[in-house]
């Protein structure tokens, strides 16, 4: 579905779906040559469906709202426009892109700069947990590029590091979380420090709330796109979900011996895929690798107490293979690309006041239309929650069978 947003908050006429131009290849765009080479040594040979819709809007400096389910490639389509747009020939920072994490920054960042590794331009990561000075540093020398999360840039901003003047393009990742609670003031202070008349805004989600949507309008001038691909009502093609009832809840002190055993029994059967196990605290996810580590299953732990300099390290390894089984919060379970990813757990599940997190987490796997499962794992008083799930996203969630593949 494609609209036109209004940045009062009126009401947003639709426009039909057929309006919104697509853009089959990447020649189509006349992009830079460039910009071009690049995005085919990275290995985009063709463009995504959200790509084929949301690159050229950004690129003819349209406000954008764009929500398509995980793993479509919406970072690579906001990155695209983002290159396409900065003048090479000026070293002063040209765009600003905000996310909700550090592993979600650092990641961005790095796609921004193999794309545009054939291009005279330079990106710049502020994250929290990184060398204050060594951030000044570099935005010394004008990166045409800045991603970061909120705090350290409005830290930058605000110490007169991080000019603003010359900034036309605003990019909000996530921005369903990003306009959440705990992170919307902070959009709004930013917002509010850029040439909020001209300034071009682009949001890009998987998910979204009637509230966020909302807000959203009062961010967007009158030419803005919405741009809806959502399938299903966001159930994620290509994922399988399931659900082991362990029944009657035991005491509370006996909760992890239940569910460590059922993991203990799945990683000793065979053959089990690169996974992921989501918790919802970080002292469960402590409590969970000791537990899994004295059962001999490999695992590594990632949480937003550790250092950042331990949880790039703890990604690399999972990335690259070297650590197959994951305990993770929530610090990935947003936007963090794990291309072979094949198997996610919920040890826990969501909270059931933010809904989105399930789709989000089981959205790690079976990513750019790769297969994926998700398991859960609850007691018989969770078993109206897997039937909220099953409703509010118009999906199967199948009781997991006793033969299933875990690769």
């Known amino acids: 579905m494609c609209a036109v947003g209004s940045g009062t908050g009126a009401e947003i006429p639709i426009l039909e779906k057929k309006e919104l131009k697509s853009y089959e290849s990447w020649e189509d765009y006349n992009l830079k040559g460039s910009l071009l080479q690049g995005i085919y040594e990275i290995g985009f040979n063709t463009p995504s469906p959200i790509q084929k819709v949301a690159v050229m809007p950004i690129i003819e400096r349209k406000d954008i709202r764009a929500q398509a389910q995980s793993g479509t490639g919406k970072t690579g389509a906001f990155s695209v426009g983002s290159l396409q747009l900065v003048d090479e020939t000026r070293n002063v920072t040209q765009a600003l892109v905000i996310v909700s994490t550090r592993e979600i920054a650092l990641q961005n960042a790095g796609i921004i700069r193999n794309l ?13 947990g990184g060398q204050v000075r060594q951030d000044i540093e570099v935005l010394a020398k004008g990166p045409q590029i800045v991603v970061g999360t909120p705090g350290r840039v409005i830290h930058m901003i605000t110490g007169g590091y991080l000019s603003t003047e010359h900034i036309d393009l605003f990019v909000v990742d996530e921005a369903d979380e990003m306009l959440k609670l705990g992170f919307v003031e902070q959009v709004r202070e930013i917002f509010k420090s850029l040439k909020t008349e001209s300034v071009q805004t682009a949001m890009f989600s998987a998910t979204w709330s009637p509230k966020e949507l909302e807000i959203s309008k009062n961010l967007l001038r009158d030419n803005a ?37 059922f993991l203990g029994e799945i990683f000793s059967c065979g053959t089990v895929g690169q996974s992921v196990i989501f918790v919802n605290t970080k002292s469960r996810a402590s409590r969970l690798h000791e537990r899994l580590m004295a059962l001999n299953v490999p695992c590594d732990v990632i949480h937003s107490s550790l250092e950042q300099a ?20 929530g610090v990935i379970g947003r936007g963090v690309d794990i291309r072979q990813l094949a198997l996610v757990f919920n040890y826990e599940l969501p909270k059931n006041e933010d809904m989105s997190t399930y789709i989000h987490r089981i959205g790690r796997a079976g990513r750019y239309g790769r297969k994926g499962k998700a398991i859960n794992i609850i007691f018989d008083d969770e078993t109206p929650d897997i039937k909220a799930l099953e409703q509010y996203y118009s999906t199967a969630i199948l009781p997991l069978p006793q033969n299933l593949d875990y690769r």
Do not use: H
Not at 116 to 122: E, L, P, Y
Not at 311 to 326: H, I
């Open 225 to 261: 796109v919405i741009i809806d691909l959502r399938q299903n009502e966001q159930t994620l093609k290509g994922i399988e979900q399931y659900y082991i009832n362990l029944g009657p809840r035991p005491d509370p002190r006996q909760e992890d011996d239940y569910k460590v055993q």
């Open 116 to 128: 545009g590794k054939k291009m005279n331009i330079s990106v710049s990561c502020l994250v929290g």
């Open 310 to 329: 331990q949880r790039t390290q703890v990604l690399d390894k999972f990335r690259n293979g070297e650590c197959r089984t994951l305990i993770a919060t």
